[in-house]
């Protein structure tokens, strides 16, 4: 035990003596952070549109000011014909046009029901869909509120709907991606560093220098890995606070049990990270590897889009996927306050990513050539 | 002819390195083959299968209504039916369920004589957009049975809107992907390979040899770099090729436009990546600078996964500099518009003023850290 | 052949079609100096690299302070101390840390390291570098401290992969002096070179050409039967027969 304590605090020493990897190990995740927080999103603002009313009444005016109020919707000018809008939207000037056609005022009058043409830029697809919704919330409202206007009886509403959206009650992106990606940096950091770490020493000659000493492949794993571990811990508790103190991310459920969760977790993606470093040679191959099996955990993790979005088989692959489970586990606990008993079956599966990964790579690391 | 014959050699060499390390090759020409895929496949907001909770303390034959219209719908999935709402925090902090249509005793009651009839949904929202749109698709079930009820007369809403995807009628994300994952993948080869091949050369000491040669510096970097430049236009035209066998992603406009565009950006990034190489000490600084000065914006700032429109002004406007924000405009417009140069030119200037404010930049400091 | 502190028979080791040592028998006894002297890519470093238990054997057998190489490789790590071609050392560490750890995985106690460093840096006359970073030390600083750390942990064997590449005479010279001193207090030590000056300081010597061992004895025993006047000599007439006998 001495011996790893030891050398595990010499991995300490390398770390804090290297600059630029301090500087990276430090630094860089929390700029990405930030910055990732801020541009990860989904969530549209400012969709820029042309309004186009061939219709000029009260009515159409009333719905191009719904228009207007919305936070999502920023009108552009010089395009309010048909074909001077269809020229902005290919040029890209905008994204949505509205056409309000003519008769729209006399078809609410009559109470036969109108309509409006909304054309969408549907190149950003998963966008695309998301202005539909938000335009089309816009146009039911104004619906809405001409029916409740209208005299009474007719058309009163026979069911009143009530809505409530949980856990996300300000429908704020960066609630739902600050856990996220904090997993994916502490994941990233643990694993590329782990895999880089043992690569260097293999270019260096030093590893070849301990491979002739007596220590032990559990000690000397172990040693190598403690530091790191730590690392990731103490990333993660410092990314929860800024998540909260910055974006105001909250804390629903209990801490100690995400960082119980988060102990095991990193076990696996520290394990991943050896596991890479005994089949490369380079740092150079170290990264590319990290990078290639990072990108697909992370895409297949559900941090981006909802798993539950993706195809069948996707899903069924997706099972297979540490970070998956572990991105699902954090944002429960944060954001609706899971308890132990809610997050069973992901915890289980964390527990045997880290025995199964662990075990490979202390398995495959050899201390001698055959 | 001597001079060629040494640059043929130069390119050669390059050629011997990328080939030899086999996993750093495997890598790079499997990842945006695989990306396609994950990107088309994986990366999707659309929403197909909502997990559906009912609580219903006494049910009637109205709840019974509307409980099968939601269960006749492709979209809902009626997992769980309770009594009371007690147990629905567990069942969506699980994860079991997206969302919950709860009624209050009495329903089928007040809708018949004294209504409204009140019909509270609750919806996981902690993924906001997700969130919105399941809200909004239950809040339609509902209305639809509503005046189902009414007879005739006009529908529960009074405005109509039609709905016209242009471009991507589908709103397939791999067309939405693939421009993006062009500016990727000539990113990565260009100024990533680059910038580490020529930082190793000089952590090794052998750029010192080269430079001692009569070939000038600038042809030393065009023989490092020549071969990249191959790999990575190959690697464009395999990620188009199979984005259009698999997801049938069209090139609505020229294919000889969009590769020159392609090989304009890649003289972009393969300048950024000189410029890195030559300012930092090591390969590991300058793979770090790579990431954080060249993915990273690429990924994020560009538009390739997220919409410009989205990011915060301050990003929007640093996205402006990001050459890579201007090869997808270009790239999307092609494709999928099939626009030309007459209304790309813009774009282009844009990115070809980059390009050799860049190039210019990379040549000099090249030139005064070595010679 | 418990005896002997290095005992090789017939020890091969191929990398696909290519032997590297080919069927190599030698023994060393206890407290002697070894050389094992050859051409870069005689063989040498396999043949340590198999020895140390870095590398598996094709065929042939080898024991090292009495255990088998290809079994007890554990065993024999606690019993020998091993420097490499390549500086081994940690550069961003200083002079104590790099000891210290040596130490502390070879398993001293904390009393032992403090008691050993303090011989050892005044064996070197390093009193006043321990807390200087190893990367700052001058190349001979670096090969004799390299040296003194692999025997930190009193090993019954040493072996010594090239250690003076690169170093100066005078400091070739000192080198040698810790080699002898080691012997003294009775470690064995395997030295690789292709100094062949430095093949007069070892007490035997096998030359190794294309993998093989054309030559084994005292420097003396070698050079009277050719007539030689220096190993250089003995090793430059050895070579060419290898070579004119169309091996490689």
Same mark, same amino acid.
């Given at each position: 035990m001495r011996r790893v304590l030891h050398l595990a605090w010499v991995e300490v020493l390398h770390l804090v003596r290297d600059r630029a990897s301090l500087a990276q190990l430090l630094l860089v995740p929390f700029i990405q952070l930030v910055i990732l927080a801020n541009a990860a999103t989904f969530a549209i603002r400012d969709t820029p549109f042309a309004l186009v009313d061939l219709d000029g009444t009260p009515a159409s005016r009333a719905l191009a000011r719904h228009f207007l109020a919305s936070p999502h919707f920023r009108p552009i000018s010089g395009a309010s014909t048909v074909p001077a809008a269809d020229r902005a939207m290919l040029a890209g000037r905008a994204t949505m046009v509205l056409v309000i056609p003519r008769g729209f005022d006399e078809a609410l009058e009559r109470g036969e029901g109108a309509f409006v043409q909304v054309q969408l830029n549907a190149e950003k697809g998963s966008a695309a869909g998301i202005v539909q919704t938000y335009a089309q919330r816009i146009v039911r409202r104004f619906g809405e509120e001409r029916l409740a206007a209208s005299p009474a009886g007719r058309l009163r509403p026979a069911i009143a709907v009530t809505t409530r959206g949980w856990y996300n009650a300000e429908l704020d992106y960066r609630q739902y991606m600050v856990p996220g990606i904090l997993v994916a940096l502490v994941t990233l950091v643990g694993t590329l560093f782990t895999a880089q770490n043992i690569a260097r020493e293999k270019e260096l000659g030093t590893l070849e220098?301990?491979?002739?000493t007596p220590i032990s492949k559990r000690a000397f794993i172990g040693a190598k890995l403690l530091p790191f571990w730590v690392?990731?811990?103490?990333?993660?508790?410092?990314?929860?606070?800024?998540?909260?103190?910055?974006?105001?991310?909250?804390?629903?459920?209990?801490?100690?049990?995400?960082?119980? !969760?988060? *102990?095991?977790?990193? %076990?696996?993606?520290?394990?991943?990270? #050896?596991?890479?470093?005994? +089949?490369?040679e380079t740092q150079q191959q170290a990264m590319f590897v990290t990078f290639f099996v990072m990108m697909i955990y992370l895409l297949m993790s559900g941090l981006y889009t909802p798993v539950d979005s993706m195809p069948g088989w996707v899903r069924v692959v997706a099972e297979a996927n540490p970070v998956k489970h572990f991105v699902e586990i954090t944002r429960a606990i944060l954001l609706k306050g899971a308890g132990p008993g809610d997050i069973v079956k992901p915890a289980a599966m964390l527990a045997m990513f880290a025995v199964g990964f662990g075990g490979m790579a202390v398995g495959r690391y050899r201390k001698g050539e055959r | 002819?001597?001079?060629?014959?040494?640059? @043929?050699?130069?390119?050669?060499?390059?050629?011997?390195?990328?080939?030899?390390?086999?996993?750093?090759?495997? /890598?790079?020409?499997?990842?945006?083959?695989?990306?396609?895929?994950?990107?088309?496949?994986? !990366?999707?907001?659309? !929403?197909?299968d909502v997990r559906l909770a009912i609580v219903d303390p006494v049910p009637d034959h109205a709840t019974h209504a509307l409980r099968d219209r939601f269960g006749a719908t492709e979209l809902f999935r009626i997992v769980a039916v309770r009594r009371s709402s007690a147990d629905l925090d567990g069942l969506f902090a699980s994860g079991r369920i997206h969302q919950a249509v709860v009624f209050q005793p009495g329903f089928a009651e007040r809708l018949a004589h004294d209504g409204p009839a009140p019909v509270q949904v609750i919806t996981d929202a902690a993924e906001p957009n997700t969130g919105t749109a399941m809200q909004a698709y239950a809040t339609a079930v509902i209305r639809e049975y509503e005046s189902g009820l009414r007879g005739s007369g006009p529908a529960g809403a009074a405005v109509t809107a039609s709905v016209r995807m242009r471009f991507n009628p589908t709103r397939e994300s791999a067309n939405l992907f693939v421009p993006g994952l062009i500016a990727y993948v000539i990113t990565i080869i260009s100024a990533l390979m680059t910038a580490i091949s020529l930082s190793r050369e000089k952590e090794t000491g052998t750029m010192e040899v080269l430079l001692v040669s009569p070939l000038r510096p600038r042809e030393i970097i065009a023989g490092k770099v020549a071969p990249y430049l191959l790999i990575g236009m190959a690697t464009v035209i395999l990620v188009l090729a199979e984005a259009r066998l698999i997801f049938g992603v069209p090139l609505r406009g020229s294919a000889a436009l969009l590769l020159a565009?392609?090989?304009?950006?890649?003289?972009?990034?393969?300048?950024?990546? !000189? #410029?890195?190489?030559?300012?930092?000490?090591?390969?590991?600084? @300058?793979?770090?600078? /790579?990431? *954080?000065?060249?993915?990273?914006?690429?990924?994020?700032?560009?538009?390739?996964?997220?919409?410009?429109?989205?990011?915060?002004?301050?990003?929007r406007l640093l996205s402006v500099v990001i050459p890579a924000r201007w090869f997808v405009e270009i790239a999307r417009g092609i494709m999928l518009k099939g626009t030309g140069l007459a209304e790309l030119w813009q774009e282009t200037v844009v990115l070809a003023a980059m390009t050799a404010a860049l190039l210019a930049a990379s040549m000099r400091s090249f030139r005064t850290r070595l010679e | 052949m418990t005896d002997a502190a290095i005992s090789a028979r017939g020890l091969t080791r191929r990398f696909g079609d290519f032997t590297a040592v080919d069927a190599i028998t030698f023994d060393v006894s206890k407290g002697e100096v070894f050389g094992f002297l050859g051409a870069n890519g005689a063989g040498k470093t396999t043949a340590i690299r198999i020895l140390t238990g870095l590398?598996?054997?094709?065929?042939? *057998?080898?024991?090292?302070?009495?255990?088998?190489?290809?079994?007890?490789?554990? *065993? +024999?790590?606690?019993?020998?101390?091993?420097?490499s071609q390549r500086f081994s050392l940690y550069g961003d560490l200083t002079v104590g840390e790099n000891i210290r750890l040596y130490g502390t995985i070879y398993g001293l106690t904390p009393a032992q390291i403090r008691e050993r460093t303090g011989i050892l840096l005044e064996r070197l006359e390093l009193g006043g570098q321990v807390r200087k970073r190893v990367a700052s030390l001058p190349l001979g600083w670096k090969q004799k401290l390299a040296f003194s750390v692999?025997?930190?942990?009193?090993?019954?064997? /040493?072996?010594?992969?090239?250690?003076?590449?690169? /170093?100066?005479? %005078?400091?070739?010279?000192?080198f040698w002096e810790l080699i002898?001193?080691?012997?003294?207090?009775?470690?064995?030590?395997?030295?690789?070179?292709?100094?062949?000056?430095?093949?007069?300081?070892?007490?035997?010597?096998?030359?190794?050409?294309?993998?093989? +061992?054309?030559?084994?004895?005292?420097?003396?025993?070698l050079k009277a039967p050719l007539g030689a006047a220096t190993m250089d000599d003995v090793f430059v007439t050895l070579a060419r027969a290898g070579a004119s006998r169309g091996v490689r």
């Open positions: 220098q301990l491979n002739v690392l990731g811990m103490v990333e993660l508790l410092l990314g929860l606070w800024i998540g909260a103190a910055v974006f105001g991310m909250p804390m629903r459920g209990s801490l100690l049990l995400l960082m119980a !969760i988060a *102990a095991v977790y990193l %076990v696996a993606a520290l394990g991943a990270g #050896l596991l890479i470093s005994t +089949i490369v | 002819m001597r001079k060629r014959a040494a640059l @043929a050699g130069l390119v050669w060499k390059e050629t011997r390195h990328i080939l030899r390390d086999r996993k750093t090759l495997a /890598v790079i020409l499997l990842m945006p083959l695989l990306q396609v895929i994950l990107f088309g496949y994986a !990366i999707r907001t659309d !929403i197909d565009e392609g090989l304009l950006f890649t003289g972009t990034s393969l300048a950024l990546g !000189i #410029l890195i190489s030559a300012r930092t000490p090591s390969q590991r600084v @300058a793979m770090t600078a /790579v990431l *954080a000065g060249t993915m990273l914006p690429t990924v994020m700032l560009s538009g390739f996964i997220f919409p410009i429109e989205s990011l915060p002004a301050p990003l | 590398l598996a054997p094709s065929a042939g *057998a080898a024991t090292v302070a009495g255990h088998d190489v290809a079994r007890e490789g554990e *065993a +024999i790590r606690r019993r020998i101390g091993y420097m692999a025997l930190l942990h009193e090993p019954e064997v /040493v072996f010594l992969d090239e250690p003076t590449g690169g /170093v100066d005479p %005078v400091t070739r010279r000192q002898y001193a080691a012997a003294e207090r009775g470690t064995t030590v395997f030295v690789t070179t292709h100094y062949m000056d430095e093949a007069e300081y070892c007490d035997r010597v096998a030359v190794m050409v294309a993998g093989r +061992i054309e030559a084994l004895g005292s420097p003396g025993e």
